[in-house]
């Protein structure tokens, strides 16, 4: 565990007790032809946890989502089109935004984090095996921040934001 000590201005890594997590997953697949839709959850909680308790919830671990949703899916629209949608939801976290006037790390719970993506492909363009493709990433452009799962404040990390990507690939089929 990496801690800050902002009294002598000195890092630290420590070894903490046993850690762990306990917890369940869900998933439901569907999938007809080349069409396949995917839901899954997870929950997880901390066990035999210490260090990285936050000290507003002890059934939370810092920076980790309690529950996280997701959904996706790839469609044949028309011919060769094909459209792929995805969704991600993770529940509100905790984590050390700022320090106090004492210069103690301050624990706050964070929004829950949104994510909405769309990917379109067109296979088979112009030539067999080759596919045109085009996607956005968090279409909301929620620029989410993320906290680090230290005690200490450690700066979030910001999320890339709205991306955009356009691909051309060209199966060899080897």
């Known amino acids: 565990i990496f801690e800050w000590d902002e009294i002598n ?5 420590k070894n903490g007790n046993r850690q762990g997590t306990a917890g369940t997953e869900f998933e439901l697949m ?3 032809a080349r069409n396949h839709m995917r839901l899954n959850y997870a929950f997880y909680y901390p066990i035999e946890t210490i260090a990285y308790h ?3 919830n002890k059934s939370a671990n810092l920076a980790l989502a309690p529950h996280q949703f997701s959904l996706a899916g790839s469609f044949i629209v028309y011919d060769n089109f094909r459209i792929s949608p995805s969704a991600y939801y993770f529940s509100p976290i905790f984590g050390d935004t700022k320090l106090d006037n004492e210069g103690e790390p301050v ?5 829950p984090i949104w994510a ?3 990917y379109l492909s067109y296979e088979h363009i112009f030539i067999d095996n080759l596919t045109l493709g085009i996607g ?3 279409l909301l452009g929620t ?3 993320r906290p680090q799962p230290y005690h200490g404040y450690h700066a979030p990390f910001a999320s890339e934001g709205r991306t955009l990507l356009a691909r051309l ?3 060899l089929s080897l």
């Open 169 to 171: 690939v060209y199966d």
């Open 54 to 56: 936050t000290a507003r």
């Open 136 to 138: 956005c990433f968090d």
């Open 30 to 32: 569907f999938k007809l």
């Open 107 to 111: 624990t706050e719970k964070m929004d």
């Open 9 to 13: 201005e000195w890092d630290m890594y």
């Open 116 to 118: 909405l993506n769309l």
């Open 143 to 145: 620029r989410s921040m």
